[in-house]
């Protein structure tokens, strides 16, 4: 998904939930960090959303949802999200990071997961894409593992998952 995409996914989210705020949680998250992302790392379709400050009012975003009219028509769009979505280390909110936003006069802002903790979400959900896409996060030199080690640290999971999260990671690792 192009950055022009994603931003065109906050404008019609700002007008539906009256905020104009939104944290994104999801791989397009990447786009704060790294706005010029190649499309081939970015192949998701959804922007995964928070309304910041009418958090409450996230679900409207079904609207511009999957199989919405939204979504049929750009071949794109929202998912309304939670804080409880994504397994996230702690003082994840601190290290959000601004998403640039092109023509933003309206005042929209959004913020993104920073990387690593991205990464640490994506190790928690352990799904295949998940992994390829640590793995080509990794292979970019897009993230570092000893940073990805202190975050799993600061995650607040039961050891027996934090366990399975640090194998994951391992296991990705030697497949470099």
Not at 139 to 162: E, M, W, Y
């Amino acid at each position: 998904m192009k950055k022009s995409q994603v931003e065109h996914v906050l404008r019609a989210a700002s007008r539906i939930c009256d905020d104009n705020e939104f944290v994104i949680i999801g791989s397009q998250s990447l786009h704060g960090k790294y706005p010029d992302m190649a499309d081939d790392m970015m192949m998701s379709f959804e922007v995964d959303l928070i309304a910041k400050n009418r958090p409450g009012d996230t679900d409207f975003l079904n609207t511009i949802g999957m199989d919405s009219r939204f979504h049929e028509e750009f071949g794109y769009y929202a998912d309304p999200v939670d804080e409880k979505t994504a397994v996230l280390p702690r003082k994840w909110k601190e290290r959000l990071v601004h998403l640039k936003l092109d023509g933003a006069d309206t005042g929209l802002k959004a913020y993104c997961l920073e990387p690593h903790d991205l990464v640490v979400a994506k190790l928690a959900a352990g799904r295949d894409k998940d992994k390829i896409f640590i793995r080509e996060l990794l292979r970019h030199n897009l993230v570092k593992l000893d940073v990805i080690s202190k975050r799993l640290a600061q995650t607040p999971v039961p050891p027996s998952q934090r366990a399975s999260m640090t194998a994951l990671l391992k296991m990705i690792e030697a497949m470099q």
